[in-house]
């Protein structure tokens, strides 16, 4: 499959195309994600288990949404039946990108706890053993702690690289999962410019979103949802016969 490598300045026109498909029917896109947003809470207040299964679904739901994005931009009607799509299409393996995802953050949440608390713990023990004060012990463990984050997060980015695309790579070309997320991966490192561009403007738009007590988010996700559809298709070009059939929405 083509990986295409973008201009820098795509990275805008994926945000500026999310909001034009978003105007096509903002109650029903907004309804969409409220309603989302409230499995989301319900299930996550589950003890343990709740937040998982939602790791375990959320890419279902994105599928669901990619779905819902093609089908506005072909001109169909925009559906809340487009909330639980993606249950309808290789749902196997986009749980399984879930899955993946969730054990990537498992490993790198447990690399970041490891070497944070051996900082802690190695600067504690040296303090005592020098007769350092326990004020500056704790500096250094902070120091320790802090080098912990900034591998945390070089390892969170490629995580994030290869889960970025994958919904939409499994459930609109019938990728396995693995597939998925190694040509997610591939796509996001040729295009680390737009990225870029992607990341900062989309940062900007948050802030500003979260001023009038964060009401502009009902527009902002899913304009940014929008926005990963299109760079989907911008970097992944392909005929549209290769692609999913659209899906037969619930009555």
Known sequence: ??????????????????????????????????????IVIVVSIIPVVGPLVMTLLAPVFTAGFMLACRGVEAGEELELGYLIAGFKHNTGQLVTVGGLYLVGSIII??????????AI?????????????????????MGGMLIALLVAFALLIPLLMAYWFAPALVVLRNMTAMDAMKLSFVGCLRNMWPFLVYGVIAFILMMIAMIPFG???????????ASIYLGYKDIFPAEREQETESPTLPA
């Open 121 to 141: 713990l190695g600067s504690a023990a040296l303090g005592q053993m020098q007769g350092v004060e326990p004020n500056e012990a704790m500096v250094g463990a």
């Open 215 to 225: 009401l502009g988010m009902l527009i902002l996700v899913p304009v940014l949802n």
């Open 109 to 118: 949440l447990g690399l970041m706890m490891m070497s944070g608390g051996g």
């Open 1 to 38: 499959m083509e990986v295409r490598k973008v201009d820098a300045g795509r990275g805008w026109q994926w945000i500026v195309g999310g909001f034009a498909l978003f105007r096509k029917n903002p109650p029903i896109w907004i309804a969409l994600f409220v309603i989302y947003f409230l």
